[in-house]
């Protein structure tokens, strides 16, 4: 697949999934940057805000398999991953496989289970496996976690930990829509009596799993040149010198961003990463990743804040 057609294949996906979520163009961007660069996504926002619809477009539009799960406190491990369950008419253990078995998974609400059913998914995640009574089995290079949170200051929620965020190449923030956004969302949605699918707004998939395959493989050619990844470095080694921040990235974000920069490039058709490619993404990539000091946090300070100004600090090459 060329980079053209990659452009063109997330310019219907695109169009696709607005067709029934009005606004958050901004999100739909970074799961697109997700899917092309082999990553995850955690969509935190209050409830209402159209992140499961959101999620179930974006997997109609893609024609990837589909799957979900509601997290909840009495959710356990097996109902993730599966079991082998004894069969009483054949005598032995079937492997019956959970609903992780699938190409684009809903986690929805992941911060609504405790930690110990969240950590079923960290092997999915990092390896795209999962091990059932010392069996390893594959889930698929698609396989692909859309998670939802509500914000922690919520009741009834368990934060997930630095191992779970980590996992994640991007937290994005849903917030409420425009005035004239919302308006656009009560004339439309105001007027049907339930809750519609994706198919009922007229979403149809524009893909399949061997065209989001080639894409990946055509966004992973797209050329890194020394001066960006020196940038790259940059940024990620400075988070560890500011004294608002308590702990600072990892080596592997930058690995991260340095792969999720190419495929933003093959968005836009290029063969070839910008230094803006990785200003767009940086927020996103960096704010669940890192601690702000007690001071900053009495302070007031936000991640986010203090990423766009070490952004302003360091200079992008020309």
Known sequence: ??????????????????????????????????????????????????KTLLAQCFARATGLGFGRIQFTPDL???DIIGANLFNFQTSAFTLTRGPIFTDLLLADEI?????????????????????????????GDRFTVVATQNPIEQQGV?????????????KQIVDYPSAAEERRIIATHGARARAMAPEDWGVAPCADADRIGAAVAAAAEVRLVDEVVDYVAALVRGTRDLPDLENGASPRAGAMLAGAARARAALDGRDFVVPDDVKQ??????????????????????????????????????
Do not use: C, W
């Open 76 to 78: 356990m491990p097996g």
């Open 1 to 50: 697949m060329t980079l053209d057609e990659v452009a063109a294949l997330a310019a219907a996906i695109r169009r696709e999934v607005a067709k029934a979520v009005v606004g958050h163009d901004a999100t739909v961007e970074l799961m697109l940057v997700a899917l092309f660069a082999r990553g995850h996504i955690l969509l935190e926002g209050p409830p209402g805000t159209a």
């Open 111 to 139: 911060n609504r289970t405790p930690p110990k059913t969240q950590a079923a998914l960290l092997e999915a995640m990092q390896e795209r496996t999962v091990t059932i009574d010392g069996n390893s089995l594959a889930l």
């Open 281 to 318: 993404l940086a927020p996103a990539l960096l704010r669940h990743r890192l601690i702000l000091s007690p001071a900053a946090e009495i302070d007031g300070r936000r991640v986010e804040d203090v990423v766009l100004g070490l952004i302003e600090t360091i200079e992008a090459p020309r």
């Open 158 to 170: 368990y934060p997930l930990p630095e191992a779970q965020l980590d996992r994640f190449l991007f």
